[in-house]
Structure formats: structure tokens, C-alpha cells
């Protein structure tokens, strides 16, 4: 079984739409979650970043977590033509030194206006 | 804004020569890190360094080696190149010992092995 399992899509939906973004995970360790938004040549950008369980809102964005299922997920809401990009969930075990991420393997998102 | 520079966006080599790629952040990060990333195969850590001259292997060392001979700067060398390390390669940094901290990455430099 893979550390992390993210559904690669294509998921197309139309302009406000409500989107949802979803990644499981198996090593129970797993303590910081992270969302990253990466457009087409360009390098992931740092969208959401939360600890433990629970939820977290930034303007459009939730970030969900449930460690009890080792299920996060992200929600757009009033999505635009300009989310339309790959999302990639990561998660790493500790803050020590060096820890790596963990990444998922990416959603395409695609939002038509 | 965090900052993470890398040197070329788009590098076309030949099998067989030394590659360096570079990569400078203006954050004073301790933490470097090198992914690449490919279809299907998603992104795969490559080397860290979370100190000058200190180096890490990740998932896929094979075929790379890496310098940090100052704290902003980490490069990765392919010793001799290869067709099968085309690729898109990402540098990304981070604080160490405030916490856990996010990876900032920077543009990624898209390498073809001729």
C-alpha cells in the first residue's frame, strides 16, 4: 500500500462550483498536512498548512483533517478558471531536522468559465 | 515573500556529461531540499542538506551527488548524465528549528538528456 493515495482526476467542473480534493494516507505517524497548488511550469506554491485533526479556512479554502480515517481533504468553494491546476497533498511525521515530505501524486483540477 | 531561485529553467544536456543544477534561496533556511518530478511517478526527494556541508540521501540518490558549501546555496550534480534522469527537477527550503516548517519551492528546471 502507498504512504499516500491521491486521486490524479482530471476533474473538470464548471466556474462556482464547489470543489473537493482528497487524499488517504497509511502511516498513522503522519502529524503535519500540507495543500500545494502547482500551475503548468511552474514549481508547487504552499496553499494550506495545518496540524493534527480538524479544519482550517483561508478565504475560498478549507483543509480538513481526520486522523481517526487517515483522510484529508480540500474544499474550493466559488471556484474560478484561475484554480484550474494540479493539487498535491503532502504530510510529513515531525518537525525534526530534515524531515521530508510525502507527497501525493497530484489532482488536475480544471474550472470552465 | 520566501524566495528559491533556480538557475535554468529549461537545460538540454548529452548523455554522459556533468550536470550541475543550482538553486539559491534568500530566507536563511537551514533546510534544502532536491525533488524531481515526474508523470505518474509524482514528485521523489532526491538529497537533502539541512546544514552547510551536511547532505542527506532521499528515495532516488543514485546517479546524483550534492554540495552545500553555503547556507543559500544547494546544487545537485548528475555525475554523468543519463536519458533516464530527463526530468523536471524542484529545490525546495525550510527552516529547521522553528517548529515544523513548510517547503518553499522554486520553479523547477526542466532537464532533457539527449
Known sequence: QKEVEQDPGPLSVPEGAIVSLNCTYSNSAFQYFMWYRQYSRKGPELLMYTYSSGNKEDGRFTAQVDKSSKYISLFIRDSQPSDSATYLCAMTRTGQAGTALIFGKGTTLSVSS | ?114
Not at chain 2, 62 to 87: D, M, P, W
Request: proline share 3%.
Open chain 2, 1 to 114: 515573500d520566501v524566495k528559491v531561485t533556480q538557475s535554468s529553467r529549461y537545460l538540454v544536456k548529452r548523455t554522459g556529461e556533468k550536470v550541475f543544477l543550482e538553486c539559491v534561496q534568500d530566507m536563511d533556511h537551514e533546510n534544502m531540499f532536491w525533488y524531481r518530478q515526474d508523470p505518474g511517478l509524482g514528485l521523489r526527494l532526491i538529497y537533502f542538506s539541512y546544514d552547510v556541508k551536511m547532505k542527506e540521501k532521499g528515495d532516488i540518490p543514485e546517479g546524483y551527488s550534492v554540495s552545500r558549501e553555503k547556507k543559500e546555496r544547494f546544487s545537485l550534480i548528475l555525475e554523468s548524465a543519463s536519458t533516464n534522469q530527463t526530468s523536471m527537477y524542484l529545490c525546495a527550503s525550510s527552516f529547521r528549528d522553528r517548529g515544523n516548517q513548510p517547503q518553499h519551492f522554486g520553479d523547477g528546471t526542466r532537464l532533457s538528456i539527449l
